[in-house]
């Protein structure tokens, strides 16, 4: 974690979760660590153009943070956590136009062969997705596509995924902020997590 300027203070501290006191515990400093980076590194690629590195790291994200706020104590994430994931907090209000089924299927497509392609998708559970950048709109993206495949695609735009994204986290935060047993229970699971040394 290279953040030295312990800019990741800044959230916990804007929600009323002062240093020094919550995160003064070994899971809470990991917790706020990792959600500035899971936050911040996205948006560089974004910035740089980089975009499928952006998406990917956001996917990732979903998956780290579907693992901390599972519902069950079994060790390893599921899709089903990773979409009642999306459901709960990334999906509302997003304006994406796809589900969570189809943004796990495109998940597994990016990560494990940077296509479109999953198993999800070519059985015709999910439709393909693509992506729209910079000024670039939805629609547009049709445009490129055969008219008889249309209903198999759905396109949105890179920057949508990435709002969402961080409303997600925000969402997430928020209850963290007002339910002392779920702060207590990402906390714990926090621990695991890999962090930087508080150096004084």
Not at 97 to 114: P, T
Not at 128 to 147: C, I, K, N
Request: proline share 3%; net charge neutral; with cysteine.
């Amino acid at each position: 974690m290279g953040d030295t300027n312990k800019e990741w203070v800044n959230e916990p501290v804007g929600l009323g979760i002062l240093p020094g006191t919550r995160t003064s515990d070994v899971g809470d400093v990991a917790y706020w660590q990792n959600i500035y980076e899971l936050r911040k590194a996205p948006g560089i690629c974004l910035q740089n153009q980089y975009w499928l590195s952006a998406v990917k790291l956001i996917y990732s994200g979903i998956d780290n943070l579907a693992w901390l706020s599972r519902v069950h104590d079994r060790p390893n994430v599921k899709k089903k956590d990773f979409m009642d994931f999306v459901d709960k907090y990334l999906l509302p209000d997003s304006g994406l136009r796809c589900s969570s089924e189809e943004l796990y299927s495109a998940r597994c497509g990016l990560l494990h062969s940077n296509t479109a392609q999953s198993e999800i998708s070519r059985s015709g559970r999910a439709r393909y997705l693509s992506y729209a950048t910079g000024h670039s709109s939805e629609e547009r993206g049709y445009e490129h596509m055969l008219p008889e495949s249309r209903h198999r695609n759905v396109v949105i735009h890179i920057d949508k995924l990435y709002n969402a994204y961080n409303r997600s986290i925000d969402r997430l935060n928020q209850r963290i902020s007002e339910e002392a047993n779920f702060a207590d229970l990402i906390y714990r699971r926090s621990i695991k997590l890999y962090s930087q040394t508080i150096e004084e």
